[in-house]
């Protein structure tokens, strides 16, 4: 998911070096749009009911 929200890299296990590792690492924290997506992402995240509140949706739903 982190991904599909531009809030983070992906990476091939296959083809993973420490040095694409470093440059994946370095872009992500040197580029301000990763940053302001993954503030998106959590407050998304932040808005959405808790386990519990779910839970409690479920049972009164099935009252």
Not at 14 to 28: G, I, K, Q, W
Request: aromatic share 4%; proline share 6%.
């Amino acid at each position: 998911m982190p991904t599909s929200y531009h809030a983070g890299r992906q990476r091939c296990t296959e083809r993973t070096t420490p040095e694409s590792v470093t440059t994946a690492v370095t872009r992500v924290l040197a580029d301000p749009s990763f940053t302001s997506a993954a503030h998106r992402l959590r407050d998304e995240i932040a808005a959405l009911p808790s386990a519990d509140q779910v839970t409690e949706q479920l049972i009164a739903a099935a009252s």
